[in-house]
């Protein structure tokens, strides 16, 4: 009895830890998808295109909505951008988001790459950010793209 008791603690063990990295691992990408808390708001992306062009070329990433404060936050990352946290800065657009209206650059925040899967065509991420200038405050942003 004691060792069903201890197979079972280890496998419940084993397979939580196995749910709790697939996000991590999990290089798919069901639909593109881009979502942020703005000014503590929940924001969902209605529409989300991604576009890859050749080499030293870009990724963008184009979200929009037609509710709430903000209504497009765009990113741009280099086609070869790896796996990594970049500090956003304004005028510095290699790594960079724009959001609308107003056509501003996001600053005093990060860009994450979790995922980058050149052969699938894969980008994912999350970011934070804010526009202090226009009472913005991005925060818990993720998404994912096909490009």
């Not at 691992?25 to 924001?43: G, M, Q, R, T």
């Amino acid at each position: 009895m004691k060792n069903l008791v201890l197979l079972g603690l280890s496998l419940w063990v084993f397979g939580t830890l196995g749910l709790a990295c697939k996000d991590k691992l999990d290089k798919s990408c069901d639909a593109n998808f881009l979502e942020a808390d703005v000014n503590n708001i929940p924001w969902q992306a209605q529409e989300v295109t991604a576009l890859g062009t050749g080499p030293g070329g870009h990724i963008s990433i184009a979200s929009m909505a037609d509710f709430g404060t903000l209504r497009q936050i765009n990113i741009q990352v280099p086609i070869d951008v790896s796996v990594g946290t970049f500090q956003l800065q304004t005028g510095v657009f290699v790594q960079s988001i724009i959001v609308f209206p107003g056509g501003f650059q996001a600053e005093n925040g990060e860009l994450s790459i979790t995922v980058h899967d050149t052969d699938a065509k894969i980008l994912k991420g999350t970011f934070f950010f804010s526009l202090p200038s226009e009472g913005l405050s991005v925060e818990a942003g993720s998404f994912c793209v096909k490009y």
